[in-house]
């Protein structure tokens, strides 16, 4: 386990463009010397970048989404910029591009390493299936239990390398977005799902990365989120907040998202947190913790804006086929795999109507209750 654990510190200190800032209570990742400003707060955050003795010339500029600006220079301080634009602007959109990772221990994701596990058997397919169910996660491995009949993909959205980093062990997020796809279609009948590659077999992504992917789905009425971050100064993470108004405004949709695993009681972990956070949608946005049948799990974040709690430990569900999982099944520790479980228990409750109402009958249903959340089982 711990040299498991050792594998991801080891390929976060790879990559050349992150920042880990630790210095406060929770652990913030972004990538260095890139600022996002809406399109709107341009000049604020132009203004800003010149405070730190940047000049044009110094700029690389472009606009990775419409309405978006993303501005980069050497030595450009993003979160310092941010600061300074909410100390003189108030409440604008403007600010790094934050790291979402799907990774155990750090944020959102699974909690500790899959084991192998004995089959479980998937719901039969509905004749119709109409509630259109988007896993936006890792890459989705093709060798799997998971009936390729089951899910759409793009050609793009496949994982085709188990171990990337050549170093003979299976990377941390190999088949997580096949194990989250496996808990939606065990229990329900009612969903097709789509999955759409947004981390890497390290769950490793950044907020800009998952907001483009936001922007391309028109055709799906829950968006499972099992990943997520924290930012330096509990704010929403900017170009997120952009893209799920977007998504989520004036239109029957849900995002259910994962609360995260790091055991914090109280610190907002995005997007789950937008569940609680001053934004027209927030009946929208469902965050999930996770419970062991008994309490909520000790390594689950929690918080006032956590909406449900939802099995979280051993949850067992398709993996990939490879020799150290001779059945292709495993069993799986998360919010990450918490947050599934949510999402079929609204699709099925919403096939014969629009899911925001679903997803408040499913959570004012419920017979039990942890930790003063509702508990589905």
């Given at each position: ?10 390929h ?5 463009w992150?920042?880990?800032d ?31 003795g ?6 690389i ?5 419409p ?9 450009l301080?993003?979160?310092?910029a941010a ?16 790291v979402?990772?799907?990774t ?7 909690f ?10 998937l719901?039969?397919?509905g004749?119709q ?17 998971l ?6 993909v793009?050609?793009s959205?496949?994982?085709?390398n ?6 003979s ?6 088949g997580?977005?096949n194990f989250i796809a496996?808990?939606?279609?065990q229990?329900?009948?009612q969903?097709?799902?789509r ?5 890497d ?22 968006l499972?989120?099992?990943l ?15 893209a ?7 239109r ?9 695993n ?9 997007p ?6 001053g ?5 929208q946005?469902?965050?999930?913790a996770?419970?062991d ?8 974040n ?27 099944w495993?069993?799986w ?21 629009g899911?925001?109402?679903?997803a ?13 959340y509702?508990?589905?089982?």
């Amino acid at each position: 386990m711990e040299r498991w654990r050792a594998r991801r510190a080891e390929h976060l200190a790879a990559l050349p463009w992150l920042v880990t800032d630790a210095a406060g209570p929770r652990t913030v990742r972004y990538v260095g010397d890139e600022l996002l400003a809406v399109d709107e707060h341009y000049d604020d955050a132009r203004s800003a970048v010149s405070a730190q003795g940047k000049s044009a010339a110094d700029l690389i500029e472009d606009e990775p989404l419409p309405g978006v600006r993303r501005i980069r220079a050497r030595g450009l301080d993003p979160l310092r910029a941010a600061r300074r634009v909410r100390e003189r602007a108030g409440d604008v959109q403007v600010g790094p591009n934050h790291v979402l990772l799907g990774t155990p221990h750090w944020q959102g994701g699974p909690f500790g390493r899959p084991v192998v596990s004995a089959a479980a058997t998937l719901a039969v397919p509905g004749a119709q299936a109409p509630v259109r169910v988007a896993v936006m996660d890792t890459g989705v491995w093709s060798d799997s239990p998971l009936p390729v009949s089951r899910y759409t993909v793009g050609a793009s959205d496949y994982e085709t390398n188990t171990d990337a980093d050549g170093d003979s062990v299976i990377d941390s997020d190999v088949g997580h977005a096949n194990f989250i796809a496996g808990v939606v279609l065990q229990g329900t009948s009612q969903a097709r799902v789509r999955i759409v590659k947004v981390l890497d077999s390290f769950g490793v992504g950044t907020e800009l990365d998952l907001a483009q992917k936001v922007a391309t789905l028109d055709d799906t009425d829950i968006l499972n989120l099992s990943l997520g971050g924290y930012t330096a100064d509990d704010q929403p993470p900017v170009l997120l907040r952009w893209a799920l108004n977007r998504f989520l405004l004036g239109r029957d949709r849900l995002v259910v998202a994962a609360a995260g695993n790091d055991g914090q009681a109280g610190p907002p972990f995005w997007p789950a947190a937008f569940a609680g956070a001053g934004v027209a949608w927030k009946d929208q946005v469902i965050a999930v913790a996770a419970h062991d049948g008994t309490a909520v799990c000790q390594w689950s974040n929690t918080g006032a804006w956590v909406s449900v709690a939802a099995p979280g430990a051993d949850v067992v569900s398709t993996y990939i086929n490879h020799p150290e999982f001779t059945t292709g099944w495993a069993a799986w520790s998360g919010t990450s795999f918490a947050t599934p479980h949510v999402v079929a228990a609204i699709a099925e409750a919403a096939h014969t109507g629009g899911v925001v109402a679903a997803a408040k009958q499913v959570l004012s249903g419920t017979a039990v209750s942890f930790a003063g959340y509702p508990a589905i089982s």
